[in-house]
């Protein structure tokens, strides 16, 4: 079992920046590939970025790309999204996820492989 806890939403301007902050319990995360997504409401959660097992392989939405920058630290648990240049339409509640994977070097796009979920991060973007 693996607990996610995000961190580190809130408003900000357009063109600025936020660092999402997703900690994770247990003593195995770097067996898991990690993702953030988003979610407006009355909206499918989208895609976001998704990072490796081992930090090396990374990959984003193309409404991000350029922007955001997805790391992770195994020795503490976390995995962050630097957001920067922000748009209004980055505006949404940011969700870490948890994926248990064999492949070290694997990303996975997809929301319903994913196995934890957080509770969510509200980032609003005014402008």
């Known amino acids: 079992q693996v607990q996610l806890v995000e961190s580190g939403g809130g408003l900000v301007q357009a063109g600025g920046s936020l660092r999402l902050s997703c900690a994770a319990s247990?003593?195995?995360?770097?067996?898991?590939?990690m993702g953030w997504f988003r979610q407006v409401p009355g909206k499918e959660r989208e895609f976001v970025s998704a990072?490796?097992?081992?930090?090396?392989?990374?990959n984003y939405a193309d409404s991000v790309k350029d922007r955001f920058t997805i790391s992770r630290d195994n020795a503490k648990n976390t995995v962050y999204l630097q957001m920067n240049s922000l748009k209004p339409e980055d505006t949404a509640i940011y969700y870490c996820?948890?994926?248990?994977?064999?492949?070290?070097?694997?990303?996975?796009?997809?929301?319903?492989?994913?196995?934890?979920w957080g509770q969510g991060t509200q980032v609003t973007v005014s402008s």
């Open positions: 990072i490796s097992r081992s930090g090396t392989n990374t």
């Open positions: 996820a948890a994926l248990f994977i064999a492949q070290a070097m694997g990303v996975v796009r997809e929301s319903a492989s994913y196995d934890y």
């Open positions: 247990g003593r195995t995360f770097s067996s898991y590939a």
